[in-house]
DNA sequence: CTGAAAGCGCTAACAC
DNA sequence: GTGTTAGCGCTTTCAG
């Protein structure tokens, strides 16, 4: 493929000002302008963007890893991503780790390794080596969104998930409900602990203990959640109400109610958590808290970018100064929860 | 951040001892090569992946552009086509041209600038302009996925998909109904054009003519078709049976059915082409077309890599030898089509 | 087995 | 306004 001296050549001039012509970065008569830009169409250049880069110590490439890209809100939250970093000049690079710890780290060496300017990630891993490596993976500023992980000192953006998990179950004890269950994800990521939280406080303000029995694990997975639904459902003292951590997570306890003969709202509630792009396609109307995901993507980047351009302080620098920008959900009450008569 | 210079001094070798040492190109003592590796450590050094590339000429990244990365079918297309990349040692840039043609050429440019090994697009751009647009974008080798742009020499990986709307409408034949919808996308878009041309088949098989007051044309959204769908279901004589041309508008005519207070599929029967990752959770289950996405994800990569390591011809060498991989869909009958009495 | 040096394509001083 | 040149970090001959 051509390159600048390709073009310098074509146009008669050096290659210093085929650059500087290019990017409009110093004066350049009206014609060599002319006749570089001619130059370009002829010899078919573009720009190397990797030797660029090289020079320039930089690039206007943000890395992207999310747990499960096939997951709606993943999708939603990818595109507000794009748009705002786009808006701003920068280019996404999508990675999907899968919820897989290793290949998420796998990821995140590649993206340092190509030296993004920065790294958003919605970590999908636990424990201490785990969180060491988030901390260490230095080089690209990185923040996490989504999820939370505890005693890291990175900044975060996402949503106040005990709320959300209050919010959903307050509406529900307010229908007369007072067998709730919960579906929720896996342990340890905090989208599904925070909201199990929020959930137990909801009961509890309403004079409520959590009965194990009611509290299932899943892993964010619309079979798993059908698949643990499915006893639940077949308990003689089944519960009025269930309550799923996530959207997708909502969508299989809803086909298990259906698929054991059981009707949503009339024989039992559901509620989830994320909305869902097509929830007002279904039958029944899902009731969901939402999150707001454009903003929630805007924040992130905008985050990110005070890092990238130094106006924030590195983590190293100050671990005790992780910001938090915390949003706060919506509840939307559709026809999928019915009262208690 | 630490560069190969830094492991060299701390080691005290040269930089070309480190290089060999590192990417075990060549001999090195064990001796060395340890010290090597402590000092990598040391000093923290994680290689320039920008200045690698740079001196190689090559990369390892392929890029992808989805025309709608929050439709269910792209998700899904998008993790089969990076998992069977990652398997052949390929990174994916996942961009997403939100089915806007300037924004995918500007990707497209992007992605050439970024010099990726390879592009996979699923193109939502039409007209001559645009076609020797795609086929100018040159450097790295191209192929078309799941939309076939008529007259562009590039090869393609997608689905029959006349043979989907052919399937899909005989099935409803079969079941009794004559009066059958059909809600288009972007006309112009090879899924859709021809989807709807499958349509158009199996109806004259069976002695009928496709009634223009039936054939409506929607943008591939979900919104869109609920809002066609409307008048649809309005008039006198309605359809008993609508086909969607894709997943998500099917979606949106059952959403219609339902808010005009029809039931389906016992006042009306709904179906859809692309299956849809939770319709099992659906109510009515939407009986669809499924396309084979992994084994097209894989068949896309393959033929890529044989481009980029020049096994395959490239399109410039020999236009009339642009290859074509179609796959057959396979009908998933299930609860949103009624039999007609 | 190890090292010196060239050069990938580009930008930014700096000199003219 | 335009040209010369150093050097970004790396791999790879080619000598030793």
């Not at 790294?119 to 690209?140: F, T």
């Not at 709320?163 to 599904?192: D, K, N, Q, W």
Request: some cysteine; aromatic content about 4%; glycine content about 8%.
């Amino acid at each position: 493929m051509a390159n600048i001296r390709d073009v310098a050549k074509h146009a008669g001039v050096s290659i210093a000002t085929v650059s500087t012509a290019l990017n409009g970065t110093g004066p350049v008569s009206e014609k060599t302008a002319r006749r570089i830009w001619d130059a370009v169409e002829a010899v078919g250049y573009a720009p190397n963007g990797i030797a660029r880069s090289l020079r320039l110590g930089k690039t206007k490439l943000i890395g992207l890893v999310v747990s499960e890209i096939t997951n709606p809100f993943f999708g939603a939250l990818t595109l507000a991503i794009e748009k705002a970093a786009h808006a701003q000049g920068y280019a996404v690079i999508v990675c999907n780790s899968n919820e897989d710890d290793a290949r998420e780290l796998e990821l995140l060496d590649l993206l340092r390794v190509q030296r993004v300017a920065g790294i958003l990630v919605a970590p999908s891993g636990q424990g201490d080596k785990y969180r060491d490596s988030l901390a260490r993976n230095a080089g690209a500023p990185l923040i996490t969104i989504d999820r939370h992980v505890e005693g890291l000192k990175r900044d975060f953006v996402g949503l106040d998930n005990r709320a959300a998990g209050r919010m959903i179950t307050e509406y529900i004890l307010r229908l007369g409900h007072r067998r709730i269950a919960f579906i929720g994800g896996r342990t340890g990521v905090s989208t599904s602990d925070h909201r199990y939280e929020g959930y137990c406080q909801a009961l509890a303000s309403a004079g409520l203990q959590p009965d194990p029995a009611l509290c299932l694990r899943a892993d964010f997975r619309s079979e798993t959640a059908y698949t643990v639904a499915q006893p639940l459902l077949a308990m003689t003292d089944r519960p009025t109400a269930i309550v799923a951590a996530n959207n997708v997570m909502a969508l299989g306890a809803l086909q298990a109610i259906g698929d054991l003969g059981f009707r949503c709202p009339q024989d039992i509630s559901v509620a989830g958590i994320d909305d869902f792009p097509w929830s007002t396609a279904l039958r029944p109307r899902l009731t969901t808290v939402a999150q707001p995901i454009e903003e929630i993507g805007r924040a992130a980047v905008e985050m990110l970018l005070e890092h990238i351009s130094g106006e924030a302080a590195a983590p190293e620098a100050a671990p005790e100064a992780a910001r938090s920008r915390i949003f706060l959900p919506t509840l939307i009450a559709r026809d999928s929860c019915a009262a208690l008569t």
